[in-house]
C-alpha cells in the first residue's frame, strides 16, 4: 500500500520557521516528481512548489517565493519542504503529492498520490 505521511507543522508565530516532511512508503518515487499543496479554508487547493525527480528543477508560487524551499532525498524516499518568514496567510493544510511524471507541473491532475496534510497555523 503506497502511502504518503507529512510532519512537522504546527502553529507558529509570524516570522518563525517550519519544516514539515513527506514520507513516501510502499513504493519508492525516486523517479516521480513531488510536489507540496496548501489549501485553507474558503480557498482553493494551491500548489505552493514542486521538484523535478532529480531535484534538479524547483518551482515556487510567487506567494512563497523566497521563502519557502522545497527539497528531497531520494535514498529515504521523502521530500521536504523548509518555510522561513511565514505569515498569517501561510496558514493551512498543507498536502504532499506524488506525480506519475519525472517531471512537476502545478497540476493536480498530474498528480496520483496524495498525503492526509499537515496544518500549519500562523499567528499573528
Known amino acids: 500500500q503506497v502511502q504518503l505521511t507529512e510532519s512537522g507543522g504546527g502553529l507558529v508565530q509570524a516570522g518563525g520557521s517550519l519544516r514539515l516532511s513527506c514520507a513516501a512508503s510502499?513504493?519508492?518515487?525516486?523517479?516521480?516528481?513531488m510536489a507540496w499543496f496548501r489549501q485553507a479554508p474558503g480557498k482553493e487547493r494551491e500548489c505552493v512548489a514542486h521538484i523535478s525527480w532529480s531535484g534538479g528543477s524547483t518551482y515556487y508560487a510567487d506567494s512563497v517565493k523566497g521563502r519557502f524551499t522545497i527539497s528531497r532525498d531520494n535514498a529515504k524516499n521523502t521530500v521536504y519542504l523548509q518555510m522561513n518568514s511565514l505569515k498569517p496567510e501561510d496558514t493551512a493544510v498543507y498536502s504532499c503529492?506524488?506525480?506519475?511524471?519525472?517531471?512537476?507541473?502545478?497540476?493536480?491532475?498530474?498528480?496520483?498520490?496524495w498525503g492526509q496534510g499537515t496544518q500549519v497555523t500562523v499567528s499573528s
Open positions: 510502499g513504493r519508492t518515487f525516486s523517479n516521480n516528481a
Open positions: 503529492a506524488a506525480s506519475r511524471m519525472r517531471w512537476a507541473s502545478a497540476r493536480v491532475e498530474q498528480y496520483d498520490y
